[in-house]
């Protein structure tokens, strides 16, 4: 320490709130030099929680927010989607109306792998109907 | 009830993230409004602190970058190094701000916000909040090890830094 004017106690003590020491140049050199006073330094206010002042009515207007946050978010979901719906529609027109047409009316050169093929289209169609439509039927 | 109990933990940790400012009460509401959301999914063998200090790391962070930009955007009108010295002693300001604790915990704040945002948490972490390793890496979802080396560094730089703005305030007095 190259300062004789501040001693290591006079900084901690400063440092623990024990003292009124001022900020001098001497006692910023003297932190500056001392490795254990500037270790004690940082430390203590590491770990000094920054003064805080909760406004009153905080809890209440962010529970508030929150409600607010939770009506728009259920009045969003609400709102039909139209596009959803022609589009579930018309999935469902068409692989029921090609099942319809396969059940009705077998081709006689039909043979089982072609057959089979169109139903598993039909089963597509119809699989992803219901899954464009999934949030229509939540 | 949630609010209540975690808000004084929620408003000093942001505000050591983030150095203040006149927005941490929206700050502090964006994220009750996050845990809120997230509520749902919320798995109950988990701490809902750890939860909430996760979320207030993530609003400190995009407040952090949110700022940065900001501050990209505008034209320098002074010199970043004069604003933490303004800060500082100076003969108009009052003889308690002229303490010696006062102006060291005003040195190391300003010196703090220039570390990396993981040695920050860290640090706010495990000294401010008192959270073990295993907390911090939980929240931070780290190893237990990078935590470790984060509170060293983190400690180490803010040290070096400190001293720097020390030294720089003696040769200018």
Known sequence: ?138 | MIVREHQSMVFRTLLRMTGGGEQIKDLAQEVFLRLYRALPHFRRDAKISTYLYRIVLNVARDEWKRRQKERANLIPMMDAEESWEERLAHPGRNPEQLLLVKQTQAVVESAFMELSEPERAVLVLCCQEECTYEEAALILNLPIGTVRTHLHRGRQRLKEKVRERLNRCVINK
């Open chain 1, 1 to 138: 320490m190259r300062d004789k004017q501040v001693s290591c106690e006079d900084v901690r003590s400063a440092l623990r709130g024990e003292s009124r020491s001022q900020w001098t140049p001497e006692a910023m050199d003297h932190l500056a030099q001392c490795e254990r006073c500037l270790e004690m330094a940082v430390e203590s206010v590491l770990q000094r929680a920054p003064e805080i002042q909760v406004p009153a009515e905080f809890a209440r207007q962010t529970a508030a927010m929150a409600a607010a946050s939770n009506a728009n978010i259920a009045r969003a979901r609400s709102v039909p989607s139209y596009g959803r719906f022609v589009a579930v529609a018309l999935l469902l027109t068409l692989s029921i109306g090609l099942g319809a047409l396969v059940a009705m009316y077998p081709l006689p050169t039909t043979n089982g792998p072609l057959l089979m093929a169109e139903w598993i289209g039909i089963l597509e169609l119809g699989s992803l109907a219901l899954w464009v439509g999934r949030p229509c039927f939540e």
